[in-house]
């Protein structure tokens, strides 16, 4: 299974961008597809995350700014960022959990190469 992401760039603060993630292979079933992010020096931190049935988390310094969404049908997470600030910039990552794939037994966690969200006047 791959995870490939796209979308990050540099924006202005109280700009926005929209991070994109498509889950490639042989797969049956993605539980739950999220986000996360690492900034320099950080560790790597949940940013949201949506399961199939469509439930949302999101950390508590992104709510009401970003909003994650998901089509099952094609494997593919979204997030859109809006009123981005400086302490937003990170490298984000995207997350499938508990993927069933065709032929391998058990399930299992994947994730992306990262992209690089930069935010800065």
């Known amino acids: 299974v791959q995870l490939v992401e796209s979308g990050g760039g540099l924006v202005q603060p109280g700009g926005s961008l929209r991070l994109s993630c498509a889950a490639s292979?042989?797969?049956?079933?993605?539980?739950?597809m999220g986000w996360y992010r690492q900034a320099p020096g950080k560790q790597r931190e949940l940013v949201a995350t949506?399961?199939?049935?469509?439930?949302?988390n999101y950390a508590d310094s992104v709510k009401g700014r970003f909003t994650i969404s998901r089509d099952n049908a094609k494997n593919t997470v979204s997030l859109q960022m809006n009123t981005l600030q400086p302490e937003d910039t990170a490298v984000y990552y995207c997350?499938?959990?508990?993927?069933?794939?065709?032929?391998?037994?058990?399930?299992?966690?994947?994730w992306g190469q990262g992209t690089q969200v930069t935010v800065s006047s």
């Open positions: 292979g042989s797969i049956l079933s993605i539980g739950a």
């Open positions: 997350n499938a959990e508990r993927v069933l794939e065709v032929g391998v037994t058990g399930l299992y966690t994947y």
């Open positions: 949506i399961t199939s049935s469509g439930r949302t």
